[in-house]
């Protein structure tokens, strides 16, 4: 054979040999071998040598596979492994349950944080073309008012001319989700849609949603069409065919039924279950009339986009100062606008307001949660690995005795990585149990809807898997390798501490400590900042007022209505007005006397007995005349417009509303009161008007009597009024409760998250305390016999677990302060971080740990020193 | 051991390694079965099928003088046994038993 020199690929050959019976292994590499040199003479060396791997990759079946060198010895040392771990964990109960505790805590936390967060990141996965649509944004500033925030409210007509005037972008949609529970009537059936939307009609087409009944492309386009979801539609037409058929609904239009599509999923941003088409509120066009949908000043739409797939959003947003200079220059100082890509829209647009309507998730709360889940995990492994290195003096003898009998250094780490092994799998199994156990609970806690289903997915399989092989592993191996590590001579002269592990668990307890103080101080900052915001004085008095919501129905009856309730003697007073906190006011400018630019005013339409019923103090000046409306053309400012303005004496000052429109005076100065969640809105200057032909909502003061009472005889005063709609109504702290739902989900899980992490801590210390007394049993009992006090024994033990607190703290607090300080950034009104929380967390943990040493070193120190010196 | 009946692919091979006689091994009998049925085998099948029928008996090995080729490795022989000859002659009788009664009509229709 001329090419001699060219050799097959060595490794391939070596695996071989590794993989096949040595008595065949000769005739197969020959083989391959001759037929390599073939093929290099055929097909050159390159392309010889991939058919030599294929060739080669046929050997590596059952037939030619070594048989196995693990002879029946090797099982019984293997047997004998498995059980002598058996007993030993059987043996040392108390250290078994605290590792066995710790990894079922460490693993729990761990799964659900992983199922959650994967939960959150399948959401709008379902929807065709996400990655080309974007949600149109804006940074809204305003220096002079200061202002500046982030918010998807647009104007409708953003979303058509993008698409007019730039070819990148290829379509638009806009969405209206009504503000209020919206109620169908059929027949005599009143059915609530508590998720509507009025939205353009390539709407479903947009989101590539299809119909289940109808025409996909005249589904939204008449005037008063009306698309249901199929539960919807079955709900109000049971199962008779509801295309073609008419239902009541917003402003009492009949609406006709025109499509039927699926139920939005679970996962899903958009949150819809009926439709309006959009040319319902096209002026001329549709009878609802709204022409501030249709202009560019009103910002109350939300605009979703479609770009061409080569385009880059970002070069779309460059162009778009110049559409608004173009088109709307009076805001182009103050709107930028911007893109939010759909598939990033649930995580990572927390900080934009979004409205009603709209699921949302939260990236804090997500990281929040995997890095507490991690640190945990963390804990629950120092716990175990320092409490299995504490116990190399118990295994020395058996070590020993094993190396002796000529076990290699490979096989004994086995023995331990065994006993981990057990371990992890009892808790990895009794973590599952718990988790599909607690699994209700804890989507409360959460405020998600993880189904039970989610945890047979094979990512949660795959994880509880994941978990044994890496903590047997991770965990397992080092302990295995010190505890597996000393010398036969060593051991069996009976050497005591073994040299390296002694610093290393000072090391690893410090790291412990200090996750746990960050930990709490990061619980203690949540705790201190949720507080504040749900008890921060509101400017009026929040408890006991409760906002029911007029329909047109009670809404054409509100006088009959009004009388009745204060028929009762607990109701102390009544307002029926468009605004309340909480709803029905809006922002926009106005012309203060004096100021030359146009100023954002938020507006409050009430009537006379609005600041008696809200407990609202006046300042200067008086509120509107009660009986009568001689007040319609005055105005009461709160005590931010005077501020603002800097005015001494702000009655008599003029307000108009445009420029070139009538302007009316101010005869009254209110105190400032907040109508939104305090976590993201101050308050903006505000003009209350006399309004009494809008009877949205009617707040009600009740007085110290029964308040189920009360309630029930509102109900039965409503129920006489109404008879297509139910009572719908809210109280008013809870209202303002509500807003810091999210601040308060995270704040119960992070009290959960640090409660588990200073019991792990406190569960570590114990078994490790333990452990090292029973080491030092001997020298506390010489100390004793040789007059040492109780109290200097006490000492001895504590005093380097205090220094182990004191590194940890001086760790953790610098670490805590950033991220906990970054966090209150994002509040407008914010505790001080101040040094409370870490006080409390640092005491906290120093006296739980001495608790725990004193108590077990009382008890060694109690011991009669003749009992333990006796048996040497 | 496994049942005694032979394989397709299996009666082959021990043919072809008979046929060979002395200078039967993995890569020569996968040559000679692609040289008359012209049929490729991959060789990690030959040998594979070639262990199977040692397992069972109906041929044996051994292996020959090392060479420069091959890497210097030797070649694994084969040879049929008494036994697999007796089992090629068994299947090869059912077989003629069969053709010889088959009625001259069946294939003629």
Known sequence: MSSNNVKPPGWIQRLVERFCEPYLFEGITGDLEELFAENVELRGPAKAKLLYLLQAIGFFRMRFKKKSQTTSNMKAI???????????????????????????????????????????????????????????????????????????????????TMTDEYPEVVSFSRVLPWWDDVILTYENKNIVSEKLYIVDSNFLDFIGEDLILGDPKTVLTAPASIALSEQLAKSIFGDENPLGKTVVGINDVDYTVTGIFKEQPRQSSLQYNALVSWSSTVPNVGSLNYSWMNNWLAQGI???????????????????????????????????????????????????????GFRSGSITFVYTLGLSAFLVFLIA????????????????????????????????????????????????????????????????????EIPLSAFYQPIAIGA????????????????????????????????????????????????????????????????????????????????????????????????????????????????????????????????????????????????????????????????????????????VVNQEMVDFMGWDDAIGKHIRFSPDGESYPIIGVIDNFHYHSLASATIEPMVLYLETNQAWNTSIRIGEGNVRETIDYIDDVWSRLATRTPLDFFFVDQWF????????????????????????????????????????????????????????????????FIIVISIAFLVAAPLAHYLVSGWLEKFVYRIEMGTIAFILAGGLTLLISLLIVSMLSIKTANTNPSKTLSNE | MKGTNLGELEELIMLTVALLYDEAYGVAVMKEIKKRCNRSITISTVHAALARLQSKGYVDSRYGEATSERGGRRKHLFRVTKAGQKVLEQVKEQRNAIWSEIPSVAFNA
């Open chain 1, 78 to 160: 293997w047997h004998n492994y498995l059980l002598t771990s058996f007993r030993s964990l059987k043996r040392h109960k108390a250290f078994f349950a605290i590792n066995l505790v710790g990894l079922i805590t460490a693993i729990t936390c761990s799964l659900f944080a992983l199922v959650y967060i994967y939960d959150e990141s399948q959401f709008d996965e379902h929807i065709s073309d996400a990655e080309n649509i974007y949600r149109l944004y804006k940074r809204h500033i305003n220096e002079t008012e200061g202002v500046d925030h982030l918010t998807y409210e647009t104007s409708g007509m953003m979303g058509p």
């Open chain 1, 381 to 448: 492994s120092v716990n175990y690995v320092n409490i299995m290195l504490s116990r190399a003096t118990q295994t020395k003898t058996e070590v020993g005795i094993r190396k002796v009998m000529g076990s290699s250094r490979r096989q004994l780490m086995g023995r331990f990585v065994s006993e981990t092994f057990i371990s992890t799998l009892i808790a990895s199994i009794v973590s599952y149990i718990i988790i599909l156990l607690l699994l209700s609970p804890l989507n409360m806690v959460t405020g998600k």
């Open chain 1, 464 to 635: 509880i898997f994941g978990f044994i092989v890496l903590i047997s592993l991770a965990v397992g191996v080092y302990p295995a390798m010190v505890l597996s590590s000393p010398p036969v001579s060593s051991i069996l002269q009976g050497a005591n501490e073994i040299g390296t592990a002694g610093w290393l668990r000072k090391c690893l307890l410090t790291f412990q400590y200090a996750i746990s103080i960050f930990l709490i101080v990061c619980t203690i900052t949540v705790i201190r900042q949720t507080n504040y915001l749900q008890n921060k004085p509101l400017g009026f008095d929040k408890e006991q007022v409760l906002v029911v919501g007029l329909r047109n129905e009670v809404g054409e009856k509100v006088d009959v209505f009004e009388n009745e309730l204060l028929n009762h003697p607990n109701i102390l007073s009544v307002s029926t007005s468009r605004s309340v906190p909480g709803g029905g006011n809006y922002s926009t400018t106005s012309f203060p006397e004096g100021y030359t630019d146009e100023l954002t005013t938020r507006i409050f339409g009430v009537d006379q007995e609005f600041f008696e019923t809200y407990g609202i103090q006046v300042n200067a000046g008086r509120t509107f005349l009660k009986g009568s409306i001689a007040d319609t053309n005055n105005f």
């Open chain 1, 737 to 800: 409760n509500d807003q810091y739902i999210k601040e308060s989900q995270l704040l119960k899980m992070a009290t959960a998250y640090s409660f588990i992490s200073i019991l792990l801590c406190a569960l570590g210390l114990y078994g490790l305390t333990a452990l090292i007394l029973l080491q030092k049993q001997k020298e506390i009992s010489i100390r004793k016999v040789l007059g040492a006090s109780l109290t200097s024994i006490i000492s001895l033990v504590n005093r380097q």
């Open chain 1, 302 to 356: 939300y605009t979703f986009v479609k770009l061409d797939k080569q385009t880059d959003p970002k070069l779309v947003v460059d162009k778009l100062p110049d559409m608004m200079q173009r088109h709307f220059s009076e805001r182009a100082d103050h709107y930028f606008l911007k893109l939010m890509p759909f598939t990033k829209m649930y995580l990572h647009g927390e900080d934009i307001r979004h409205g009603r």
